[in-house]
């Protein structure tokens, strides 16, 4: 796991066993396993993703963030998303410059079944990197109070 992987994951990730699992259906392993033979980057990509994931399936994400967070190259996450799109394992929605994945929830799921089909909320885990932002994150100042508004 590399480190931009762990910092992206809850401290309590690997100690709270309510949220440190993930669920897949033996139905789609052969789906899977063939996703595998075709594009192993993209089912590491996958993977990575899963691991992520809210309680919803779903993630706010650069293109840029996986590809750091999975050591792959931006051309190689660029195809892996492109199959596992074309494949229906993830759904990409746009929310402006933001892009949201949905893992499809008939695979793999890290909730109680009933909220599978919840998929409307898109409560996603937002994963902001340093280099992502307009100057570092250290500098921003922290936000005390709001300013006088002009009229």
């Known amino acids: 796991m590399t480190d931009l992987l762990r910092a992206a994951l ?6 709270n066993k309510r949220i440190s699992y993930a669920q897949l259906y ?4 052969p789906d899977l396993r063939k996703l595998n033979a075709i594009s ?11 691991e992520i994931m809210n309680r919803r ?5 650069s ?27 993830i759904q990409r929605i746009r929310a402006d410059s ?11 799921w890290k909730d109680k079944p009933a909220y599978r089909a919840r998929m409307a909320e898109f409560d996603a885990r937002v ?10 994150i250290e500098s921003k100042k922290k936000l005390k109070k709001i300013g006088k508004l002009r009229d």
């Open 57 to 61: 399936n779903a993630i706010v994400i």
């Open 98 to 108: 933001a892009t949201v994945i949905v893992i499809n929830n008939a695979v793999a």
């Open 40 to 50: 192993p980057a993209a089912t590491n990509i996958l993977l990575v993703l899963i």
């Open 10 to 15: 809850p401290s309590n990730q690997y100690s």
């Open 26 to 29: 033996t139905l789609h392993m």
């Open 63 to 89: 293109v840029e963030g996986v590809e750091r967070i999975s050591g792959y190259s931006k051309s190689t996450v660029i195809r892996a998303l492109s199959l596992l799109e074309s494949s229906n394992f």
């Open 127 to 136: 994963i902001a990197f340093d280099f992502e932002q307009f100057g570092e």
